[in-house]
């Protein structure tokens, strides 16, 4: 069964650093999703992407985060300079949105950061 | 921000009981959805209701919306060891309201223990 692929699962950095998160999505999925989640909450969305465009990135603190899916199909998370508040599970999802409904997202397993 | 609020935060049962966790939210919405999530792994798609919905069944679990309450519940019945989790609602926005397409807002989920 086809599954989105993260890496790393663990990441461990010291504040100031900067870090980098990878995620494939399920092949033939045009919508991306990266989340974050903090313990003992449920995912809040940072980005969305349709193929390689940004959908919505409303909630991404553009100072020190970027997110790119440069041929519309894997993508990069990237944080810089990181913050101790930014300890989270990083999540990735993909969908096969098409017009005129909505899908599942299916998740990836997550990077799990913490920021010493 | 998170437009569902599950209720219980916490439940805990004794294997073979039902557990039913509760779902509200605030706008409207064009379908709702239930994960699963596994302790530090990513979220399962576990069930979708449609807004001109008012149950679905999917094996052992039984989904419920009320539109007009804005508010959804799920019951898992003849609970297993296995179903411990957390159990988060998600809405995707009524693509008329202004909001964005194809996105799911989370709650904070309902940690649920199954006791064997």
């Known amino acids: 069964e086809a599954e989105v692929a993260q890496s790393p699962r663990y990441k461990i950095t010291e504040k100031s650093q900067a870090v980098a998160f990878w995620c494939d999505p399920i092949s033939g999925h045009a919508t991306l999703y990266w989340y974050r989640q903090i313990l003992g909450q449920g995912p809040e969305l940072l980005v969305q992407f349709q193929d390689e465009s940004v959908v919505d990135d409303s909630q991404l603190p553009k100072d020190r985060f970027s997110a790119e899916r440069l041929k519309g199909v894997d993508s990069t998370l990237k944080i810089q300079p990181a913050e101790l508040g930014d300890s989270a599970m990083y999540l990735c999802?993909?969908?096969?949105?098409?017009?005129?409904?909505?899908?599942?997202?299916?998740f990836g397993p997550g990077t799990r950061l913490t920021v010493t | 921000s998170q437009q569902g609020e599950e209720d219980p935060q916490a439940l805990s049962i004794q294997e073979g009981e039902n557990a039913t966790m509760n779902c509200s939210y605030k706008?409207?919405?064009?379908?709702l959805q239930w994960y699963r999530q596994n302790s530090g792994r990513g979220l399962v798609h576990l069930i979708l209701i449609r807004s001109n919905e008012r149950e679905k069944h999917s094996g052992r679990l039984r989904v419920t919306l009320d539109t007009s309450k804005k508010s959804s519940s799920l019951l898992i019945t003849a609970s297993r060891a296995a179903d411990t989790a957390s159990y988060f609602c998600?809405?995707?926005?009524?693509?008329?309201?202004?909001?964005?397409?194809?996105?799911?807002?989370f709650g904070k989920g309902t940690k649920l223990s199954v006791i064997p």
């Open positions: 706008t409207s919405i064009n379908n």
């Open positions: 999802a993909s969908s096969g949105t098409s017009g005129g409904d909505s899908y599942e997202q299916y």
């Open positions: 998600a809405t995707d926005a009524d693509p008329y309201s202004g909001a964005g397409s194809y996105q799911l807002t």
